[in-house]
């Protein structure tokens, strides 16, 4: 069995530091993931980048436009990235979010076939409307009439271990990473459970979280599972990125 992981960036967002990490100082330019996973069963994404909208209208995302500057130009929404590899976006099987915030949804229009695999906190969360509007969801992101597949925990999409959902409650009600078993390594893509190696190893948290204390729970688990050999590619770290998004790692 071949598992294949073609990590695309969908945007780049700049902000100060401050918004991300409690406390410090400067401003950063972060990616915006995405990661095409090839099963032999079927095709995921795991997380999808920018609504496309954003190349042109920076205050699509309302008031968090005040600290977001957006870098995202025509051709690097995730159609057009897998559209780049020859694959057609209508033919992906299966989008994972980790968690319903504008970064990692936006893209999910491009996908009009694909399964929804989500935590079921995460779903209920961003549809209550006191939560939404506390926490800066927007259902015309997610709520796009996707077939839905709600889980609770930890999940196997294939039953083989090879692209198994992990539940990282924390940064939101429900989010969750995704374990990814290739060849010769396994892979954990954490999202915004931990942005980057600085949180990692200096458990330096963001000024807003849904639970705090689970956070860090997580982070520890991240550290034993680092040990252990598994490599993490982190939320948002651009050290992990370089020129127009190509991960440093090579995956292959």
Not at 200 to 226: K, N, T, W, Y
Request: hydrophobic content about 40%; overall charge negative.
């Amino acid at each position: 069995m071949t598992v294949r992981i073609m990590p695309m960036v969908c945007g780049w967002l700049e902000t100060e530091l401050r918004s991300l990490l409690a406390k410090q100082p400067g401003r950063i330019k972060i990616p915006i993931p995405s990661f095409l996973i090839e099963h032999p069963k079927g095709r995921v994404i795991f997380d999808t980048g920018l609504h496309r909208e954003l190349q042109t209208s920076p205050t699509r995302i309302g008031e968090l436009a005040k600290f977001f500057q957006v870098h995202y130009l025509p051709g690097q929404e995730l159609g057009a990235r897998l559209r780049s590899h020859q694959i057609d976006p209508e033919r992906i099987d299966f989008v994972i979010n980790s968690h319903l915030h504008f970064d990692h949804v936006g893209g999910n229009i491009e996908l009009p076939n694909a399964k929804l695999i989500l935590q079921r906190r995460e779903w209920e969360a961003a549809r209550d409307p006191e939560i939404a509007q506390r926490n800066g969801y927007n259902r015309a992101d997610f709520d796009l009439g996707h077939q839905l597949q709600l889980i609770d925990g930890e999940y196997d999409l294939f039953g083989d271990g090879s692209i198994v959902c992990i539940p990282t409650y924390g940064h939101t009600a429900g989010h969750q990473s995704l374990r990814v078993r290739l060849a010769d390594r396994e892979l954990l893509l954490t999202a915004d459970s931990c942005y980057m190696r600085k949180v990692l190893e200096e458990m330096i948290l963001p000024p807003f979280a849904h639970d705090f204390d689970s956070m860090r729970r997580v982070i520890e688990r991240f550290r034993s599972m680092e040990r252990s050999g598994v490599q993490l590619i982190f939320g948002h770290d651009p050290a992990q990125w370089k020129g127009e998004g190509t991960l440093t790692a090579n995956l292959q």
